[in-house]
């Protein structure tokens, strides 16, 4: 059985589990309904049928009874009952308001004792209300079943309903049918058979209810299983993939998202369809499908989810199922979890979230290895409901291919024999074949019998290490092991990331998805299949000596995670961890080495300026081997590829090229020296500038001025277009842009004479103009002239002014405009991720470094993101008459991390205490300012509810 989902420790480290055991509760105790009818009755004798201020009092009774049960229910959630408790006292208490209503309608408004049998009708909760339950802001679905055709009466009893219902702020779907009709969309469509699976009556004839669901089983039920379970099944790929076909984003759909309440519900449609039964008792008792603990486990499943999603409408007010950043933290907190050490007690919420998605998934394994067994019992010769090939033949002892799968012949072979399990996935690798759900089935529920002595049997570690290393593409293998809970019962560090979060923007997966991606990364780089994001990735591969120690590294990169310090920590558990697996010291040395070292090389060229020789000399120290260098390089850009959708692009690659190749040459030296990188530096520009020349002719003056940085961090078609510019501008200023679909992005170029403020009056341009700086680099001549580039994305990370060529046009304008005459006002403007932004707080942070520059004092800051803050910092500078040499700009997410090359007026480095003292305060400042936080309140209280008659 998968893995619980918190263990005992961790429960009673929380100040209030959710879902307190639910205290029994009685409908008659939400709502009277006896008095409610004694009510409607008593203002009846005062008016009527049809008089307008009888319907208004009918309003406010009704609803009065709705909005105290929903409060009533709102409470229940705020004192620790669970959701789905809290769900079925909604729909409870929505039951009862329409079966007033009906009755009120059709005894008071158009009462009429001599109905005929075709003027029958019935009220059915079809949809998720016809499960018998209600999320807080949720619509609700109905049918209203006739006999036959549609009369006058009973359009009017259905059409006052309805407006009555709307009048409450009910959404309300409906539909008015009769049993042939129902059944025949039904056979059309598949979301009308699966809205009647769910149907249930609410009031009025009973008896054509029962006609419907006669006629559901025997037109829809008998017989056609397995093509209600395929269709079904279809529908959920279809929408995985819509949602990102991954249940470990980080901000999940609680509903519709993989492992979320949407798969749980298939779950009980196939078994309900197959099976029969109506409640979810009903459904987990049929047939043993699942063991006593896994059907626990569908329960507490179903109310983790259902808690999630009821605090998630109750805290917007809307229909919303994104658990988004901004409701992370207050959610976490009002299910009871807590910080513990080093683990947020968001990030503990997050992961008992993905653990319990994850369940959703190996249940789903369970029954469709149970409904597919089944099927074949009852037709055997017929095709299953999931499509196969024939397969090769498999002559391992206990394992068979049926039906195109790899499959075991006794259930029970894993208990037995628990290294098999390692041996299932590497027959399925070898001979290219899929594993039969019933042979994963066995896996999780063998799994408490792999102990450590088979994590330390060397034919274990040896299959597993197979697999990692010696496949083509080990991310698919190795993201069905960590589905089936294989891979983290193998490596027990890796299972301690499972599902774990970081409460932050930038990374979009949980760690042990991160993890997997970069290995996909590793793979694609390995074979070439990169689509040319980075070429140097695949030459690079062939010349390593070490490459099991490359994918073990990088798979047990983060394993550090949660612990302290990610990098110390992470280098123990990758060491032991090899060491288990029987890798020699010296190698395992080598991936601990990595693993506490894979975020300096992106640190130091994204962060750093990789023209400074101190830079590059400083670097090359610590990393003291070609070997290493180039494992590092082939980690830190399969890493930043994993971290999300549009994290990598073209100027990243670019950075980490000409740090790989300057890093490179100083290793090739005898000694690595600062006049060694100085002397590589130059003979790299010049053999750049007398490329550009044979292809241009003669430099502009501004190019010719630039030192040897600016032409070792130029790609040739970027130097070809800035040459055009500059050759054919006319004008000693010139601002240009230039789209670059392949990165999503803008670039643009600012070229002038350098002065004091210049950069953060073109950071204030773009600032009013609504670009988002996704990077910036600035390069100085010999001479005063300055050449600025801008990557420019809009704010969630599009192409900035994508299909709009006069936004280019107008900001190229402003810019020139702030160029010649300065910014003016800049206009702090409110991120469109303002709510989902206030939910994290980044400590700020400015380090003055006078070491890492021989000519420049470094200063590094660290804040949280927003709008203005980059041309904050540099108009801070520059109020300080600073020279600035360079500036690296970099968003994170939340956070950003500047640097700043800088001199006094003087050309000197900032040396005098006061100074540095009086700067840091004054950044400090910048970056604490405008720290705001997303309201919460709920729209409603209990309280308002007992004094109220009505919304």
């Known amino acids: 059985m998968p893995t619980l989902p918190l263990s005992k420790t961790e429960i009673a480290n929380q100040s209030k589990p959710f879902g307190g055991a639910p205290k029994p509760w009685r409908i008659d105790s939400v709502i009277e309904t006896r008095k409610l009818k004694v009510q409607l009755e008593a203002a009846a004798l005062d008016h009527l049928p049809q008089d307008k201020e009888l319907r208004d009092r009918a309003m406010d009774l009704l609803h009065g009874a709705l909005f105290r049960g929903r409060m009533i229910a709102q409470e229940r959630l705020n004192a620790g009952i669970d959701g789905l408790d809290v769900a079925r006292m909604l729909a409870a208490v929505q039951n009862e308001v329409i079966a007033t209503l009906y009755w009120f309608t059709t005894t008071i408004v158009y009462g009429d004792s001599n109905r005929t049998e075709g003027e029958k009708l019935a009220v059915l909760a079809v949809g998720g209300y016809g499960r018998n339950v209600l999320a807080p802001s949720s619509d609700i679905d109905l049918l209203f079943l006739r006999n036959y055709k549609q009369t006058p009466w009973a359009e009017s009893v259905i059409e006052y309903m309805l407006y009555m219902m709307w009048d409450m702020g009910l959404k309300v779907g409906n539909a008015f049918r009769n049993v042939d009709e129902c059944i025949r969309l039904a056979k059309e469509d598949l979301n009308t058979e699966t809205a009647l699976l769910d149907a249930r009556y609410i009031c009025g004839d009973e008896q054509i209810y029962e006609n419907l669901r006669k006629r559901y089983h025997d037109d829809l039920i008998k017989g056609r299983a397995s093509q209600f379970i395929a269709a079904k099944l279809e529908e959920r790929d279809k929408r995985h993939k819509k949602q990102g076909d991954s249940r470990y984003v980080v901000e999940p759909n609680v509903k519709e998202g993989k492992g979320g309440l949407r798969d749980l519900q298939t779950l009980f449609w196939l078994v309900r369809h197959a099976y029969g039964g109506t409640t979810l008792e009903d459904i987990l008792a049929q047939r043993e499908v699942f063991t006593e603990d896994e059907a626990q486990a569908f329960r507490d499943a179903g109310r983790f989810l259902w808690t999630v999603r009821c605090h998630i409408h109750y805290l917007t007010g809307r229909p919303e199922e994104r658990l988004s950043f901004d409701l992370q933290p207050e959610i976490a907190s009002r299910m009871g979890f807590e910080d513990v050490g080093e683990r947020m007690g968001v990030e503990r919420f997050m992961k008992r979230y993905f653990l319990e998605a994850k369940t959703v998934g190996s249940l789903t394994r369970i029954l469709c290895a149970r409904l597919e ?229 992106s640190d130091c060229a994204q962060k750093r300026d990789i023209s400074d020789p101190r830079t590059v000399t400083q670097f090359a120290e610590r990393v003291g081997s070609l070997e290493r260098l180039r494992l590092l390089l082939i980690l830190t850009v399969a890493d930043i590829r994993a971290v999300g959708p549009d994290v990598w692009n073209g100027w990243k690659g670019q950075l980490l090229k000409e740090l790989y190749e300057l890093t490179e040459a100083a290793l090739g030296q005898d000694d690595v020296e600062e006049t060694h990188v100085v002397s590589d530096l130059n003979a790299r520009a010049n053999k750049a500038r007398k490329a550009l020349i044979s292809r241009k002719g003669d430099l502009p003056e501004l190019m010719s001025q630039m030192e040897a940085g600016y032409w070792t961090s130029q790609v040739p078609d970027e130097l070809d277009w800035q040459h055009d510019l500059l050759t054919n501008a006319g004008a000693e200023t010139i601002v240009e842009c230039k789209v670059t679909p392949q990165t999503s992005s803008v670039e ?204």
Request: aromatic letters at 6%; charged letters at 25%; hydrophobic letters at 40%.
């Open 748 to 951: 643009l170029m600012v070229a002038t004479t350098d002065r004091t403020g210049l950069f953060s009056d073109i950071v204030g341009a773009l600032v009013n103009e609504e670009a988002h700086i996704a990077a910036a680099q600035i390069y100085t001549g010999s001479e005063g002239g300055v050449l600025d580039l801008f990557v420019l994305q809009d704010e969630d990370g599009r192409m900035y002014g994508l299909g709009e060529s006069s936004r280019l046009k107008r900001l190229q304008k402003k810019v020139l405009d702030a160029v010649l005459k300065g910014v003016g006002d800049v206009r702090e403007r409110k991120s469109i991720n303002a709510r989902r932004e206030a939910a994290f707080v980044v400590e700020p942070d400015v380090i003055f470094d006078n070491s890492g520059s021989a000519e420049y004092t470094i200063i590094e800051v660290t804040g949280k993101e927003r709008a203005a803050l980059l041309y904050d910092l540099a108009r801070t500078l520059a109020n300080k008459e600073l020279k600035l040499h360079s500036a690296h700009a970099g968003a994170y997410g939340e956070r950003i991390h500047d640097t700043f090359y800088v001199q006094t007026a003087a050309g000197e480095k900032l040396t005098e205490q006061t100074l540095v003292d009086t700067l840091a305060t004054n950044l400090l400042d910048v970056l604490g300012a405008d720290e705001q936080t997303a309201p919460r309140t709920p729209a409603h209280t209990l309280a308002q509810a007992r004094s109220a008659d009505s919304f």
């Open 373 to 601: 067994a089944d099927q074949q019992k009852a037709k055997p010769n017929l095709l299953h409901f999931l499509p196969f090939t024939q397969g090769p033949k498999i002559s391992e002892d206990g394992f068979v291919m049926d039906a195109g799968r790899l499959n075991v012949d006794d259930e029970t072979f894993f208990q037995q024999k628990p290294v098999e399990m390692l041996r299932l996935f590497k027959l399925a690798e070898d001979n290219n074949v899929d594993i039969h759900p019933r042979a994963l089935s066995a896996v999780t529920r063998s799994l408490e019998c792999f102990n450590d002595t088979h994590r330390t049997d060397p034919e274990a570690a040896q299959l597993f290490i197979d697999l990692l290393i010696n496949t083509s593409d080990p991310g698919p293998i190795m993201r069905m092991m960590n589905e089936a809970d294989v891979l983290g019962t193998m490596v027990p560090e890796f299972g301690d990331i499972v599902a774990q979060t970081q409460f932050n923007m930038y990374h979009h997966f949980t760690v042990d998805e991160h993890t997997l991606r970069a290995i996909d990364a590793l793979a694609e780089m390995e074979r070439g299949d990169d689509k040319g994001l980075f070429p140097l990735g695949h030459e690079l591969f062939p010349l390593l000596k070490h490459k099991r120690a490359l994918y073990l590294a990088m798979l047990l990169h983060d394993t550090g995670k949660g612990l302290g310090d990610q990098q110390v920590e992470g280098e123990k558990t990758a060491m032991a961890a090899s060491k288990r697996l029987g890798v020699g010291e010296a190698e395992c040395e080598l991936i601990g080495w990595l693993v506490r070292n894979h975020l300096e090389m």
